[in-house]
């Protein structure tokens, strides 16, 4: 009977140990707003044995690339239609674990106040990736600016415009350099987490930006070998909570929306 009360003392400890030590989750982001929101529910997940360590990250590449490689557990960056567009090129098989904001996408510019400014041959920078280039266009096609072969083509380039009656140059850069550029052309489309960065606020600054029903909802990525991970799991239900969405809408004032 004491060798039976003493093992089991003994893996009461052990479980506590455990239970204290954490399970380490490094999961990548991007600066604003993924690594802040992370920030914030670090002390929660602590909580339930989990030791989050976040990796910041200010391209759209290597988040993916060290996830596939097991370099990363997860990361929390990327909308559907670009992690689809990043799986079919670099042969990889990341999946979304669970949808947490939206960041309404828009253009800005230093040179002109309304879009109706932009002279005949005017000059727009917008990402060089296949879905955010072609989630640029499509804006650029609903305000009116251009007409694309096919207006729902997620991954359109410049190649894919059918008309362009004010004959716009387009400028394909990497999504975090846009920002960078806005001094050299006459409007650029921005992911709102590198237009935050900037010091832009889309709510105010943007010359066009998509709705509150953007389809292109930011989601937490795994792979299919750790997604149903009790810690990944964790991850997904704090990023989802009262707290992050209480978080969200006070801190970004619309420029970044909860989708839960």
């Given at each position: ?31 604003i707003p993924h690594a802040e929101i992370l920030e914030l529910i670090k002390p929660t ?15 759209y590449v290597q988040p993916n690339v060290q996830v596939d490689q097991k370099r990363l ?188």
């Open positions: 009977m004491k060798k039976v009360l003493l093992f089991t003392a003994l893996a009461a400890a052990l479980t506590a140990g455990l239970a204290q030590a954490g399970e380490k989750l490094v999961v990548a982001a991007t600066p997940l602590a909580k339930e044995g989990v030791d989050l360590e976040i990796k910041v990250f200010t391209d557990d997860a990361n929390y960056f990327q909308t559907l239609p670009y992690l689809k567009n990043f799986n079919e090129g670099k042969g990889t098989n990341l999946v979304t674990v669970i949808g947490v904001h939206v960041e309404p996408f828009g253009g800005y510019s230093k040179k002109v106040k309304s879009l109706a400014e932009l002279k005949d041959g005017a000059t727009i920078a917008i990402p060089n990736e296949g879905s955010n280039s072609g989630r640029a266009l499509i804006l650029l096609q609903k305000a009116g600016l251009i007409e694309l072969k096919d207006p729902k083509n997620a991954v359109a380039t410049p190649k894919d415009i059918a008309k362009n009656p004010h004959k716009f140059k387009f400028k394909e850069l990497e999504s975090a350099m846009l920002p960078r550029v806005l001094d050299q052309v006459d409007l650029a489309m921005i992911n709102t987490n590198y237009a935050l960065d900037a010091g832009l606020n889309p709510a105010k600054d943007a010359l066009v930006i998509e709705g509150a029903d953007s389809p292109y909802v930011n989601y937490l990525v795994a792979r299919p070998d750790n997604k149903d991970n009790v810690a990944i799991q964790k991850l997904a239900k704090a990023l989802t909570s009262p707290e992050v969405k209480a978080f969200i809408d006070k801190k970004y004032s619309g420029a970044v929306l909860p989708a839960f």
